[in-house]
């Protein structure tokens, strides 16, 4: 159940990042109309202003968590299929309010989904169940990624979108089959201990503004390459079907090797050095994107590049989701995990928004050479907290 919800989590999320992206340059948008549309990224953002009231509230007769769920999921796919029905090169904010309803469902589904996970998990369960989720959320990545660049190929991107939006009922049925977790005795009954609580409760924690900073920066370097490699890829001559094949197919299977080698890992070294080991690995692979830059084409090169970067980015990952999991309270699950959760988004929106004007001023080579050197703030932060 857990990897399956990662699937549906992951499914919906480069719906509105690479292979978005892939529409509006086929269609002739600009890169600095791509690189801003990064900004319909803004509810995983600010997921944490309405966690609360999944947390306080349950709809229906199916539980806290799956009645929000259920109802999320539909919501999610009728958004993709309102996306589907846009004309990127006529009407780009018509895609991108159609965009933000998809993001918005799908932080939300996000939401839940974590709380889920993390009041059905033990504590000892965090590392290996993170990994489990991992890998599920990437198999979503792949079949919207990988399969819709290479159905791209073959069909209009609107009738990719549909089938997409279909694959998300793999999620309904998930939510309708999965237990609902147990309440604990001590969950919010008041609107008060619902927003408010979860705030305090984290904020009187020593050293929890530095434990904010820390996980907004850890992966901002590997998030901003990202955000900008599809029309990296192209721009060097790969056609989408080597794009899909080669980074999103072969770089699936370094990443799921890498998220379960990363949960092993962990138990072997603690999350303190994990981290550190799966950050400097994270930096390092970045600037493998420089080298590919100024080499040119290679089907090869490229192989090798993603084969490292997705490996080490699934390792990172895991290391990643875990600590922040085990940071959280049963108590306000939902509200504590959207705001750690949010700071991780940061750098997919925020941040990531002007890359494209970076991309087209810098040219590729010192573009991916500064996303790579600017995740050392992140790790010089971690050696305040040998503790962790």
């Known amino acids: 159940m857990v990897s399956l919800m ?3 989590s992951g499914l919906p999320l480069l719906l509105t990042g690479s292979v978005l992206q892939a529409w509006m340059q086929q269609e002739g948008v600009d890169l600095g109309t791509i690189g801003l549309f990064a900004l319909v990224g803004l509810p995983y953002t600010l997921k944490f202003l309405w966690a609360p009231f999944l947390d306080r509230y349950s709809l229906g007769g199916m539980g806290r968590r799956r009645g929000w769920l259920l109802r999320v ?17 006529i009407n ?8 933000l309803l998809v993001t918005f469902f799908s932080a939300t589904q996000d939401i839940v989904i974590d709380a889920h996970r993390r009041e059905s998990l033990a504590d000892h369960e965090l590392g290996l169940g993170s990994s489990l989720y991992v890998n599920g959320y990437r198999v979503g990545l792949l079949l ?4 819709g660049l290479i159905l791209a190929d073959y069909m209009p991107f609107s009738q990719v979108y549909q089938l997409l939006a279909l694959a998300m009922l793999i999620g309904v049925f998930t939510t309708l089959l999965a237990p609902e977790p147990s309440i604990a005795a001590d969950a919010p009954k008041t609107f008060y201990e619902a927003v408010i609580a979860p705030f305090l409760e984290y904020f009187c924690r020593p050293n929890a503004f530095l434990i904010l900073l820390f996980i907004l920066l850890y992966k901002i370097g590997d998030i901003m390459a990202s955000h900008m490699s ?5 721009d060097l001559g790969y056609s989408k079907t080597e794009i899909g094949a080669i980074v999103k197919g072969f770089g699936f ?16 070294l603690g999350i303190y050095r994990a981290l550190w080991t799966f950050g400097l690995l994270q930096s390092i692979s970045t600037a493998g994107f420089a080298v590919l830059g100024a080499y040119g084409y290679s089907l090869p090169g490229l192989a090798a590049v993603i084969a490292f970067e997705n490996l080490s980015g699934g390792m990172g990952t895991a290391a990643y989701v875990a600590f922040m999991s085990s940071l959280t309270n049963k108590k306000f699950t ?14 997919r929106v925020i941040v990531a928004a002007p890359t494209g004007f970076l991309a087209a001023s810098f040219g590729w080579v010192a573009f991916f050479s500064c996303c790579a050197l600017i995740a050392v703030p992140g790790l ?5 907290f040998r503790s962790w």
């Open 6 to 8: 990662g699937f549906s």
């Open 73 to 89: 999921q539909i919501g999610l796919i009728l958004a993709l299929v309102g996306l589907s029905l846009t004309e990127p090169a």
């Open 92 to 99: 780009p904010m018509g895609v991108a309010a159609a965009a």
């Open 144 to 147: 919207a990624s990988s399969g």
């Open 230 to 234: 599809i029309p990296f890829y192209l």
């Open 253 to 268: 299977w370094a990443t799921v090797f890498g998220g379960l080698a990363g949960g092993i890992v962990m138990l072997r």
């Open 334 to 347: 939902a509200t504590q995990y959207a705001l750690l959760s949010s700071l991780m988004g940061i750098p």
């Open 380 to 384: 010089l932060l971690l050696r305040r």
